[in-house]
């Protein structure tokens, strides 16, 4: 198989890029093949945090470039799972750490060994995503049903687009059904008419989302959580299977979830 | 075990972790100790590293159980410190055993 090269982003911060990069890359390593999660945010580093392998850091992508060591020396593997890797960046650094031209032959070293690269790359249209999305050939959009995002996302979009990646694909995430059924949230259709791009994954807001980065631990390598199957569903596609989509229709409770709400335990 | 966790332990939870400690505490905690390493800009690896190190050179000296050597960084009224605590058995070229509780250096 080709490797492929992936970057992960949004334009907008705060709307789930580094859980969608750890989630997605767990749930690729699962389904056999060999990934690295690369940390493109120099300086701001936290997919070492979302996955839970910030206390194996010893070399950084930073490193590997000012020739400290070599590029196999930064891979920290993921022991929960077989065939995840993470490269993580410098937190002390700034941008310019990485030029483009250095990314585009980190990546071309990564594509020997890897099935996948995903490149978590910095909020923001300026040089940082520049040089993290040098060297990918596809690119994931993730943005969230909120006027800001979706703004950020179509500008990121034509962006993406000047520098030929392909495929761009729209990741929606934190959707809140409750919201969209009331009509005071944006549903997925109205973000697709709007940004008039392909669709790969609708995530619904979950609460476990929060507690899996507290704990370093990707939702996906568990299950259960809704978001956990979303993200698990996106890999599949990623992968060319042909997933339908979740619903996220707001679910009439049957008995047993009224009964376990009485309890307190639903969520 | 309470009726609750008997209830969701019935029906499955669709948490992650039902472990004791709550998520966030899990966080508050983890988050301590990254910015400890974040703030002096030397992570864990280092730090295991840096051990190693400072092994090699006790070693030369006196003779030491490295599985007893305990190494932390700790913020104190917004300055960071490494507290090292070092048993001895024995200081090498010296006959008899001298003792016990070691080196306690600050930065």
């Known amino acids: 198989m080709t490797p492929r090269v992936i970057v992960v982003t949004s334009g907008k911060g705060g709307v789930g890029k580094t859980t969608a990069t750890a989630n997605i890359a767990a749930a690729l390593a699962l389904l056999g093949n060999k ?35 070599r590029l196999n020396q930064t891979l920290i593997k993921d022991k929960r799972v077989d065939n995840l890797f993470m490269i993580p960046t410098a937190q002390s650094k700034t941008k ?107 995530v619904p807001d979950d609460e476990n989302v929060v507690k899996s980065a507290n704990e370093g631990k990707p939702l996906t390598l568990g299950d259960g959580a809704q978001a956990a199957v979303a993200f698990k569903n996106i890999a599949a596609r990623i992968t060319g299977k042909d997933i339908p989509f979740m619903n996220l229709e707001v679910p009439k409770k049957g008995f047993f979830a009224r009964i376990k709400d009485a309890f307190g335990g639903g969520r | 075990m309470s009726i609750k966790s008997i209830i969701s332990g019935i029906f499955g939870s669709s948490g992650t972790h039902s472990k004791d400690v709550p998520s966030g505490q899990t966080a508050k905690d983890r988050l301590a100790f990254i910015l400890v390493h974040d703030r002096i800009d030397i992570g864990p690896g280092k730090m295991d590293q840096m051990r190693l190190d400072i092994i090699e050179v006790l070693k030369k000296y006196f003779e030491i159980n490295e599985s007893q050597i305990e190494l932390k960084l700790e913020n104190e009224e917004g300055s960071t410190a490494l507290l090292a605590t070092i048993p001895i058995n024995s200081v090498l070229g010296r006959s008899g055993k001298t003792a016990r509780r070691g080196c306690s250096s600050r930065n």
């Open chain 1, 96 to 202: 310019d750490a990485v030029t483009s031209d250095q990314m585009v032959s980190v990546c071309s070293e990564l594509r020997k060994d890897f099935d996948f690269v995903l490149i978590d790359s910095p909020a923001g249209i300026e040089s940082g995503f520049r040089n993290a999305s040098a060297g990918a050939d596809e690119a994931l959009v993730i943005t969230t049903p909120e006027v800001s995002a979706v703004r950020d996302a179509d500008r990121i979009i034509g962006l993406l687009e000047s520098m030929e990646k392909s495929p761009i694909f729209l990741i929606v995430n934190r959707i809140r059904p409750q919201m969209v059924k009331k009509g005071d949230m944006l549903g997925v259709s109205d973000v697709l008419d709007i940004l008039q791009i392909g669709l790969i994954g609708m």
């Open chain 1, 35 to 69: 990934v690295v999660a690369v940390d493109g945010d120099v300086g701001l580093r936290n997919l070492d945090v979302i996955m839970g392998l910030e206390n194996r850091i010893v070399y950084t992508l930073v490193d590997a470039i000012e020739g400290n060591c």
